[in-house]
């Protein structure tokens, strides 16, 4: 399979999983509270990954583990709590809006850490499905409170994910996207996801009944979908493609956020279809190649 088509698969196959990812914190939300969610499935992705970590131990990117270590805590734990927590005071819509900026502090930090070029028309194009984010989110009919604070959560996790995306082209672009999944949880992020399990009372409370299990379960997807394998299939778009245009899976997410509340009884209204059209129509212009 050539590189373009393989670019596009990867892309919609994250926002495809990535989009699900805003329901299934809700349901664990219902079971466990912010700090448990982050921390599980930070925990349960390095558990499922140490098998084939440890097999690969041999090459272990040494040399970068300082970049290794921004990765992973930017892009790899730091979020997973931010999103959670946020979600506790805020709809998912809103929460999708905020996570579509993500093109736009790619651009920021590429362009002021590491010297990263786009095209005038790739800019136009995060302008465009930004804009369609927008309207997706806000035409749901909803009379949300803006809340400040889990806002500023969310801008931050949406940050930390740009540092760690445009950390791994321009610093790890050299370690095989599985390899690097695999070290990422595994040896870098197991033993803090323990500790704050431990710090939240996880171990302590933790009571086995019909509630728990169903509330680990989806966790479980959430942790090895969402996270496990979608860090994989991300750091394999990054490898072939530019920050910019990987960053573009936030814009996409909230169309399939939006699918999952049709699933779940709820309508599609008029201005939402607009902004799933819009958002579409600025990814053509991201097929534009930045000048090297």
């Known amino acids: 399979m050539n590189t373009e088509n393989l670019k596009w698969i990867l892309l919609i196959g994250l926002s495809v999983i990535w989009g699900s990812s805003f329901i299934l914190i809700k349901k664990s939300l219902e079971h466990f509270n912010p700090y448990e969610v982050g921390a599980l499935r930070v925990l349960i992705s390095g558990l499922v990954l140490m098998p084939y970590a440890v097999s690969k131990i041999k090459q272990f990117p040494r040399k970068h583990l300082k970049w290794l270590i921004i990765a992973a805590v930017s892009g790899n734990f ?27 502090f790619v651009i920021i930090v590429g362009s002021l850490v590491w010297k990263f070029s786009t095209t005038r028309k790739q800019l136009l194009g995060v302008l465009v499905s930004f804009f369609g984010a927008c309207i997706l989110a806000l035409g749901g009919g909803g009379s949300g409170e803006l809340k400040i604070i889990p806002i500023l959560l969310l801008l931050l996790a949406t940050l930390m994910y740009a540092i760690s ?9 050299e370690v095989p996207a599985t390899i690097m999944s695999a070290f990422v949880f595994s040896f870098v992020l197991l033993f803090p996801s323990l500790v704050v399990l431990v710090l939240s009372g996880f171990f302590r409370d933790f009571e086995m009944n019909q509630g728990t299990l169903q509330g680990l379960g989806f966790v479980a997807m959430l942790s090895v979908f969402g996270t496990g394998l979608a860090m994989m299939m991300n750091y394999k778009l990054l490898s072939i493609s530019t920050p910019l245009f990987a960053s573009t899976v936030t814009l996409l997410m909230p169309i399939v956020a939006i699918i999952w509340g049709i699933l779940d009884g709820e309508k599609l209204t ?23």
């Open 78 to 104: 730091i979020p997973m709590f931010l999103f959670p927590i946020a979600e506790t005071q805020i709809t998912s819509s809103i929460a999708g809006i905020i996570n579509s900026m993500m093109p736009i």
């Open 165 to 173: 995306t445009t950390t791994v082209k321009s610093r790890l672009h």
């Open 270 to 292: 008029e201005v939402q279809t607009i902004g799933a059209i819009i958002i579409l129509a600025g990814l053509i212009f991201l097929r534009s190649k930045p000048k090297s």
